[in-house]
């Protein structure tokens, strides 16, 4: 506890000492606690000059300036002020005898911190992560036992690389890396495309407000590949249709429907592989750029496109499809009067690949027949308003979902996604 205390007491003597000194010059001043809790003041000037100085303006009755590499003996003698500062050079400030450190450092010595920038060269590990080592010349201070420390250094890096709004854009990355030197290799994502990292000077140099110095790599050549699979739907208006196709992650669509599969794959791509399952079964393997499908069938699908390029990246992105279960409904009455409301008899349906509907009157006579089942009976025969009254009609129909080896309905006798439907439907006119 009693260590403690002294420990706390010395460092608060420490900073009186500091709040004593008064620089002249422009610097910046850093506060650095070493690993043995000794303080060390690290002034860094923008260019030392004849007229620097760093004076002691307390209360001290003495106060004397030594190098780091001079022998402190006990003085009464009163020298405040520290003149011809040298960089790279520790001073101890001895007020009373009670010592304190400083650290001077020109950061003229230090203007183009980078020598050069190496982007790893083993293109097989550039598929997610690129690994960059600068050669940086480092800030570092001691203490007055000759232990070697290294300042944190801040960077600003700027490069390019593609970001997927509907299509492929290129924007500008602005990043601030800290180098925990004396080791300066930092991960950055893999770049999406072609482009020059530039290195800017530290944030010591932007508290200096002295003007900003850049290193400029050579052109990197992006080998990380990457797609949006993207999937583009018929469009479906019927207003009868139960289900239409929407456009997320899973898609729920009504087949019969035909569906284009957009790769929207970076540069660096050089092959495609679209893969199909319907569960656990394949369908479908092929390695176009784009894909083109008709679903016909009920069921869960999984497309995936899986890109790459000639040296070992990948990239895999998917979507799922669910084929819905078919299904018809067929109206009662319907009223052809021209108010834009039922005015045709239509069925509502769902994945209904295959139809056809056949109207009588009453006499059994064919008056209207269609096989597509988003249209409908406009109410007239021979392009004249039929009769009202009632109709018989027929429906013959197959789903999505239809298994000619599924064992027949025992009410039915008709097999899953099989429909044979028989009824009336009454025309009325009403009025509009």
Known sequence: ??????????????????????????????????????????????????????????????????????????????????????????????????????WVIDYQNYLRAFNSIEIESNFSEQCENLDITFDVKPLTYKTPSNTLYYLPRYFKVSYQTLEFIDSWNTINVDTTITLALPVSKISFPAPLCDTYYIISDDSIASQLKMEEVSFKSSLYNAVAVKCKLTPVITTRDAENENERPTTPKQLSISAPVEMQFLSNANDPTKFYNWTIYKGSDMIINRTDKDHRYTFTEAGVYNVKLTVSNDIACFYADSVTITVSESRIEVPNVFTPNGDEYNNEFRVAFKSIVKFDCWVYNRWGRLVYHWSDPTKGWDGKIGGKDAVPGPYFYVIKAYGSDYDPESEPNKETKRRVGEYILKGDINLLRGVK
């Open 1 to 102: 506890m009693k260590k403690n205390l002294l420990t706390v007491c010395f460092s608060l003597l420490t900073l009186a000492l500091f709040a004593n000194l008064e620089v002249k010059g422009n610097y910046l001043k850093l506060e650095q606690i070493t690993s043995l809790n000794d303080t060390v003041l690290v002034y860094v000037f923008d260019s030392i000059t004849v007229n620097d100085t760093i004076k002691y303006v307390g209360s001290g009755r003495t106060a004397n300036w030594f190098e780091y590499s001079e022998p402190i003996s006990n003085t009464t003698n009163y020298f405040p002020e520290l003149t011809n500062i040298k960089d790279g050079t520790g001073y101890i400030l001895d007020v009373d005898g009670k010592r304190t450190s400083i």
